[in-house]
């Protein structure tokens, strides 16, 4: 909610070296927001969240499911 407010106020016309200081962040971070969420709604950006932290469990699933899998070839392998 925090950096759609703060790139609305861009949008509006505030300086970026204005908004840095008063938002204690540096211009490439209010350009790298404006990058990734310029055009989104509050809702719009907490479905982005949502899915980014359902992605991030996912992909640490399949490492350790790969982990597992490695284990067991290791197991098998020195059993024959």
Not at 23 to 44: E, F
Not at 50 to 77: C, F, P, T, Y
């Amino acid at each position: 909610e925090q950096i759609i407010a703060v790139l609305k106020e861009g949008e509006a016309g505030a300086k970026v070296a204005d908004l840095s200081r008063k938002y204690g962040m540096s211009d490439a971070t209010y350009y790298n927001w404006k990058s990734k969420y310029s055009g989104m709604t509050v809702s719009d950006l907490k479905k982005l969240k949502a899915l980014e932290e359902e992605n991030r469990r996912l992909k640490q699933i399949v490492g350790e499911q790969a982990l597992d899998i490695r284990a067991l070839k290791d197991l098998l392998s020195k059993n024959f």
